[in-house]
């Protein structure tokens, strides 16, 4: 499954992860993996052995846990490993299909993650957020999580202006107002008015109205 150049590719898009950490296995190759080895009894051991030391062990690890069926037993997994998570792609790609089954709890747990110094734990938070909530299960008091996520750290600010790009598209009543009244910090603000353009999902007049509100 170790393919080198990938490796390089994938080390290269992760910068501050070790290029030594890299095994190179292709994502499609290890959620294969990951549907198995949750079979198995030697599972268990692997979920509880942290830290890592590969950066391909810490994507399966992401993956486990998504497919965990038991709602407590994933936000302790999810907990404990949340700690470990050092770059994007890791955090990412965690997203645990029994926290839609769970959207009332969740909420409380989304706030506790949201509001941590760790950055991808935050990111983590905004992310599920953005995931779960943005549709039916929408409330408009929700878009002040992360409008209150301030942070200096651009994988934060980055999953800020993603999510608010993706409100706009969503949700545009309750959400401009966060735009025009300059709610999020100017680089965010601009980002996501970066992002909301680039969209299919919002309509030629938005985006004009958009632009006008640059900072």
Same mark, same amino acid.
């Given at each position: 499954?170790?393919?080198?150049?990938?490796?390089?590719?994938?080390?290269?898009?992760?910068?501050?992860?070790?290029?030594?950490?890299?095994?190179?296995?292709?994502?499609?190759?290890?959620?294969?993996?990951?549907?198995?080895?949750?079979?198995?009894?030697?599972?268990?051991?692997?979920?509880?052995?942290?830290?890592?030391?590969?950066?391909?062990?810490?994507?399966?690890?992401?993956?486990?846990?998504?497919?965990?069926?038991?709602?407590?037993?994933?936000?302790?997994?999810?907990?404990?490993?949340?700690?470990?998570?050092?770059?994007?792609?890791?955090?990412?790609?965690?997203?645990?299909?029994?926290?839609?089954?769970?959207?009332?709890?969740?909420?409380?747990?989304?706030?506790?993650?949201?509001?941590?110094?760790?950055?991808? &734990?935050?990111?983590?938070? =905004?992310?599920?957020?953005?995931?779960? #909530?943005?549709?039916?299960?929408?409330?408009? @008091? $929700? %878009?002040?999580?992360?409008?209150?996520?301030?942070?200096?750290?651009?994988?934060?600010?980055?999953?800020?202006?993603?999510?608010?790009?993706?409100?706009?598209?969503?949700?545009?009543?309750?959400?401009?107002?966060?735009?025009?009244?300059?709610?999020?910090?100017?680089? &965010?603000?601009?980002?996501? =008015?970066?992002?909301?353009?680039?969209? #299919?999902?919002?309509?030629?007049?938005?985006? @004009? $109205? %958009?632009?006008?509100?640059?900072?």
């Amino acid at each position: 499954m170790q393919d080198k150049q990938y490796a390089a590719f994938q080390s290269k898009l992760t910068p501050g992860v070790p290029p030594e950490s890299f095994i190179g296995i292709r994502v499609p190759e290890l959620r294969k993996f990951a549907k198995e080895f949750a079979k198995e009894v030697e599972v268990n051991d692997f979920v509880h052995q942290l830290p890592h030391k590969y950066y391909d062990e810490n994507m399966l690890h992401s993956l486990l846990i998504s497919q965990v069926k038991d709602y407590e037993e994933c936000i302790r997994l999810t907990d404990a490993f949340l700690p470990y998570v050092d770059n994007w792609a890791v955090c990412d790609i965690m997203s645990p299909k029994v926290f839609a089954k769970h959207k009332a709890a969740l909420t409380e747990k989304i706030k506790i993650w949201s509001s941590s110094r760790q950055t991808f &734990t935050c990111r983590f938070g =905004i992310e599920t957020l953005m995931t779960h #909530y943005l549709d039916k299960d929408f409330k408009a @008091e $929700y %878009l002040e999580i992360p409008a209150s996520a301030r942070s200096e750290e651009y994988y934060v600010k980055m999953m800020v202006a993603w999510f608010f790009a993706t409100a706009l598209a969503k949700q545009w009543d309750a959400t401009i107002p966060y735009i025009e009244q300059k709610r999020l910090a100017p680089w &965010t603000h601009n980002k996501t =008015i970066q992002k909301a353009i680039e969209s #299919y999902r919002i309509t030629p007049e938005q985006k @004009e $109205y %958009l632009r006008t509100l640059k900072v």
